[in-house]
């Protein structure tokens, strides 16, 4: 089986397509993926630049409830007719950044017969959706200034929506996560508890903003296979993970992973 992703939307414009603050991956193997939907319908306008047709994605999954990971979820419904959305239980709560003042971060609730909330790790033809990453490893340290509103009230964003994918692939773990706010090393183990066995490629954000040599060091206990990321992880970051024993390269949009 063909594995295929194309980055549609990342913080790094790579001509002719644009850029902006957020993330989505169309996904191809036997099904069709969308894997989120960045903050606005570039998405929708870059993957026409690039041939891909959104009418024809099987399914879209949304990593949690940030608007520059679900802001595009209007648009892709009026898009495609068909596809259902899955999403986190809990990712329409209302979330804030508090940088001196509250900005809203969620995403607009929208209600739809073809949003299905998750609410544990749960197998679909084709992928398996993961959750519930646990606290075995440190969290990154930018969620600090992240709050979700309860009753009313903030509280800091426990990211109990937060979803990654498996797509197993003839004995190979490629697994895609969002922005990692659970903390990455949670997230792969979490794959690895799942299935025995190392990740052979991983893709996404790992909200990482500064030098991460613990985590550079421990990556390679639970992937050994190329790694791609952007997005909110940033460059001091990305090339201190690559001072680790794992190949970790720069995602951008338009970067086309093949395996």
């Not at 068909?82 to 329409?92: C, H, K, P, T, W």
């Not at 709050?147 to 697994?175: K, T």
């Not at 794959?191 to 903003?209: N, R, T």
């Amino acid at each position: 089986m063909l594995l295929k992703i194309i980055c549609l939307v990342e913080d790094t414009p790579k001509d002719p397509l644009m850029g902006e603050h957020g993330l989505s991956l169309y996904i191809e193997s036997d099904i069709r993926i969308l894997f989120d939907m960045g903050q606005s319908r570039l998405f929708a306008e870059n993957a026409r630049r690039v041939g891909v047709n959104l009418r024809e994605v099987d399914v879209a999954v949304i990593s949690h409830g940030h608007y520059d990971h679900g802001g595009g979820l209007r648009h892709f419904l009026e898009i495609n007719d068909s596809a259902d959305v899955l999403m986190g239980e809990g990712a329409f709560t209302p979330r804030y950044a508090i940088n001196g003042h509250w900005r809203f971060i969620g995403i607009e609730e929208i209600r739809d017969d073809r949003i299905k909330f998750i609410s544990k790790t749960e197998s679909f033809p084709g992928f398996t959706v993961i959750r519930d990453f646990g606290d075995l490893f440190e969290r990154p340290p930018g969620n600090r200034t992240l709050f979700a509103c309860l009753n009313g009230e903030p509280v800091p964003d426990s990211f109990s929506d937060e979803l990654a994918i498996v797509i197993e692939d003839e004995g190979h773990l490629n697994l895609i996560t969002g922005c990692s706010h659970n903390g990455i090393l949670n997230i792969v183990s979490k794959a690895y508890d799942i299935f025995h066995k190392p990740v052979d490629l991983l893709v996404g954000g790992f909200h990482l903003e500064g030098p991460s040599e613990g985590v550079a060091s421990r990556l390679g206990e639970f992937v050994r296979g190329p790694v791609y990321t952007g997005h909110c992880t940033s460059e001091e970051a990305r090339l201190s993970l690559a001072e680790g024993p794992v190949n970790v390269n720069p995602l951008q949009t338009g970067t086309e992973i093949i395996t």
